[in-house]
């Protein structure tokens, strides 16, 4: 039907005109002459999807064989007319429109005293739900979904998971359950930020201070429609940005929208799409920029691409295996399929965040249901499910990270200390894990894996060196530039926008500290915290002086994402640290970088 009576206006998303450019020449042909190209919600294309979304619509244009009006619409980006141009990869000119009235939303921080977080969300949930007023709760992690999901249960409050990593069909339907009334809630991670029609909401719930401003206005903006009256309940944590913010309210609800990050110069991304391109029309290197030549020469020297005669540009079978393993573009990493003993696959997991999830014992929540990990071999992993009378518990990953630099890209000094932009190759290794009760946390045991886990990825970053204390050991450095850099992603996410998972560290008792993109080839997320990192430093000094526990705790320094169980950190030192970098009293001194790297 499609073919045969072409629409004028055709709704679709840049997951299907990647395929379909792709696989259908049919297609191709019915895009052709397009004149106008309309991105709505421009602000989710930001980081590693934003960069596939510059090649689709660079490949879309190359279909349609002209130029067509292309119009970016959003009401939360905060750099519009700098992220239009990359995304859409030509000048853009900044069209402003006044707000909407919409009917009343209060909006109300909470700061728990007398329970922990969780335990308030679940009373939150069960006085909503007592009231009958439908209600989202947004959450960061998949785990986090999935564990608030089981206590709401327990709890008699009808309410389920909406995350990635679910199959579409079941998605689908707990939408459909939500829109009909026959949930109470449905715990989300950013899922359901926007684009999903899920009837007529009450209240949000949010889990914490979301990882950026922006998120928050969309997520909050889930409610307060039809003329309906909205509640915004915004919970903080036992973490440092609550920490921070709880004491600087204003300045949260202060803020303007964020600056939406994306970084086109992703060779991982450009290796999949330059491919695409070879597949669907005559590609010559004449027609290429220089840093897609580059990536085209190492598609060249991998077998992936061939030069055909007439000098065009063909993919070879080993280059279109390649591409039917990269359907997906919400991400860049190698996909790992997750397969219970019984044979069924249950979902998806991208590397290298599979490593920390899936590694022989872990306990992986999915639906609902609690499963173990068996084995993780290359691209599949099996689990089992756990019986419901298991007792709950949880895993954590005990890993290392080891940084190798390639180029410096750019390079400066903040309050004097050296700073470089940079490419990197990180590798990735797990080496045991913590078993911890489910919900308290407290650790039951702690083993090592039978053989490491590694996986390797190139990427950017950003290295900081600090000179070391001499009057420190090199412990007392450790734990110093350790607790540095745990501050400092904190920080970054304030700052720049960044999420919980955006940022990895690496962190070594001669003062050199890494701070790169977590997912292969860049996310743009450390070339903004390059230009912010003055605001950064400032933030992390106030995140380590300001918290009154002994020398670190979860409101200053401690991080649920620390490979090293959170050992080897001192709050006092790197506050000391970071008091001595903003106040200039510290003189650079370069040194070989050396020690255990902590992470």
């Known amino acids: 039907m499609l073919f045969q009576y072409p629409p004028r206006l055709l709704v679709t998303n840049p997951d299907m005109l990647h395929l379909s450019l792709r696989q259908s020449p049919r297609f191709r042909d019915l895009v052709r002459g397009v004149s106008h190209v309309v991105l709505d919600d421009a602000h989710v294309y930001s980081g590693v999807f934003g960069s596939h979304v510059h090649y689709v619509l660079k490949r879309l244009r190359r279909a349609i064989g002209a130029e067509p009006q292309l119009v970016a619409a959003?009401?939360?980006?905060?750099?519009?007319?700098?992220?239009?141009?990359?995304?859409?990869?030509?000048?853009?000119?900044?069209?402003?429109?006044?707000?909407?009235?919409?009917?009343?939303?209060?909006?109300?921080?909470?700061?728990?005293?007398?329970?922990?977080?969780?335990?308030?969300?679940?009373?939150?949930?069960?006085?909503?739900?007592?009231?009958?007023?439908?209600?989202?709760?947004?959450?960061?992690?998949?785990?986090?979904?999935?564990?608030?999901?089981?206590?709401?249960?327990?709890?008699?409050i009808r309410a389920a998971v909406h995350r990635a990593g679910l199959l579409p069909e079941e998605r689908r339907k707990?939408?459909?359950?939500?829109?009909?009334?026959?949930?109470?809630?449905?715990?989300?991670?950013?899922?359901?930020?926007?684009?999903?029609?899920?009837?007529?909401?009450?209240?949000?719930?949010?889990?914490?201070?979301?990882?950026?401003?922006?998120?928050?206005?969309?997520?909050?903006?889930?409610?307060?429609?039809?003329?309906?009256?909205?509640?915004?309940?915004?919970?903080?944590?036992?973490?440092?940005?609550?920490?921070?913010?709880?004491?600087?309210?204003?300045?949260?609800?202060?803020?303007?929208?964020?600056p939406v990050f994306v970084e086109p110069r992703n060779e991982e991304v450009a290796k999949v799409?330059?491919?695409?391109?070879?597949?669907?029309?005559?590609?010559?290197?004449?027609?290429?920029?220089?840093?897609?030549?580059?990536?085209?020469?190492?598609l060249l020297g991998a077998g992936l691409l061939k030069l055909a005669q007439g000098g065009y540009l063909r993919p070879t079978r080993k280059g279109l295996a390649f591409l039917r393993e990269r359907d997906n573009i919400r991400g860049v990493g190698e996909q790992v399929v997750i397969v219970t003993d019984t044979g069924r696959v249950i979902g998806h997991r991208e590397l290298p965040q599979a490593l920390k999830e899936l590694f022989p014992g872990a306990i992986y929540l999915h639906g609902g249901r609690a499963y173990m990990s068996l084995r993780l071999e290359g691209k599949r992993a099996v689990v089992k499910l756990l019986p419901a009378k298991v007792p709950p518990i949880s895993t954590s990953p005990l890993h290392y990270t080891v940084p190798a630099e390639e180029e410096i890209l750019a390079s400066r000094r903040a309050f004097g200390i050296p700073v470089s932009y940079l490419s990197l190759s990180v590798q990735e290794v797990v080496y045991g894990y913590v078993t911890k009760t489910f919900p308290e946390g407290q650790v039951i045991s702690q083993r090592l894996l039978e053989s490491e886990l590694s996986y390797s990825f190139r990427t950017k970053g950003i290295l900081l060196e600090f000179p070391p204390k001499a009057e420190w050991t090199d412990m007392q450095n450790a734990e110093a530039f350790h607790a540095v850099?745990?501050?400092?992603?904190?920080?970054?996410?304030?700052?720049?926008?960044?999420?919980?998972?955006?940022?990895?560290?690496?962190?070594?008792?001669?003062?050199?500290?890494?701070?790169?993109?977590?997912?292969?080839?860049?996310?743009?997320?450390?070339?903004?915290?390059?230009?912010?990192?003055?605001?950064?430093?400032?933030?992390?000094?106030?995140?380590?002086?300001?918290?009154?526990?002994?020398?670190?705790?979860?409101?200053?320094?401690?991080?649920?994402?620390?490979?090293?169980?959170?050992?080897?950190?001192?709050?006092?030192?790197?506050s000391e640290v970071l008091a001595e970098t903003i106040s200039l009293k510290l003189a650079p001194v370069r040194l070989e970088r050396s020690g255990r790297p902590l992470v």
């Open 174 to 258: 707990i939408e459909a359950k939500l829109k009909r009334g026959e949930l109470d809630a449905v715990v989300a991670t950013p899922t359901l930020e926007l684009g999903i029609d899920v009837g007529e909401l009450d209240a949000v719930v949010m889990y914490g201070i979301p990882p950026t401003f922006s998120k928050y206005v969309q997520r909050a903006g889930r409610v307060g429609r039809r003329g309906r009256a909205g509640y915004v309940l915004l919970v903080l944590g036992n973490d440092p940005i609550s920490s921070y913010y709880g004491r600087h309210p204003e300045e949260y609800y202060g803020q303007r929208p964020d």
């Open 273 to 298: 799409h330059l491919l695409s391109m070879s597949t669907e029309s005559v590609l010559r290197v004449s027609e290429l920029t220089e840093f897609e030549r580059t990536v085209v020469e190492s």
């Open 485 to 574: 850099e745990h501050a400092l992603i904190y920080a970054a996410q304030m700052v720049v926008g960044a999420g919980p998972t955006d940022l990895g560290g690496i962190s070594f008792p001669t003062g050199h500290i890494f701070v790169y993109d977590a997912f292969p080839g860049g996310s743009g997320v450390s070339a903004k915290l390059f230009q912010e990192l003055e605001e950064a430093l400032k933030r992390a000094y106030d995140i380590t002086s300001k918290c009154s526990c002994e020398d670190g705790c979860p409101r200053c320094i401690f991080s649920p994402y620390c490979g090293n169980n959170n050992k080897v950190l001192s709050r006092r030192k790197a």
């Open 74 to 156: 959003s009401a939360t980006i905060g750099n519009p007319e700098e992220f239009a141009e990359k995304i859409l990869g030509s000048d853009a000119f900044v069209v402003n429109a006044e707000p909407v009235r919409k009917a009343p939303v209060y909006h109300v921080m909470l700061e728990p005293k007398t329970r922990a977080r969780r335990a308030e969300v679940i009373h939150l949930m069960k006085l909503l739900s007592a009231k009958g007023l439908r209600t989202l709760v947004f959450v960061d992690s998949h785990r986090l979904a999935e564990s608030l999901a089981i206590l709401a249960e327990r709890e008699g």
